[in-house]
């Protein structure tokens, strides 16, 4: 069992910068992926961005270039720094720990709110 709890999620305004933080503990083995997704009401839950174990990261194209993944393994962390935030940036935040291991097994936080205001 993985445990996940997010931290940073603020009111900010556009343009402005967060960073968010995901604590993990239980069973952090790797390979894995650690991850942000996000969603918004009526919205399905999209990728924000990833990173692996080996520290391979992917990202939504619409955060490419703004937003950097970035994880601690020592500590079980991982971060997503914001930059240059926009109104449609606002939404629940969730992070997510996939094993890399079959069954693969998804964790989810609780989820942290951003609301970017214009």
């Known amino acids: 069992q993985v445990h996940l709890v997010e931290s940073g999620g603020d009111f900010v305004q556009a343009g402005g910068s967060l960073r968010l933080s995901c604590a993990a503990s239980?069973?952090?083995?790797?390979?894995?992926?650690m991850g942000w997704y996000r969603q918004t009401p009526g919205k399905q839950r999209e990728l924000v961005a990833s990173i692996t174990s080996g520290d391979n990261t992917n990202y939504g194209d619409s955060v490419k270039g703004r937003f950097t993944i970035s994880r601690d393994n020592a500590e079980n962390t991982v971060y997503l720094q914001m930059h240059s935030l926009k109104p449609e940036d606002t939404a629940v935040y969730y992070c997510?720990?996939?094993?890399?291991?079959?069954?693969?097994?998804?964790?989810w936080g609780q989820g942290t709110q951003v609301t970017v205001s214009s």
């Open positions: 997510n720990f996939r094993a890399g291991i079959k069954p693969f097994q998804d964790y």
């Open positions: 239980g069973g952090i083995f790797p390979p894995n992926v």
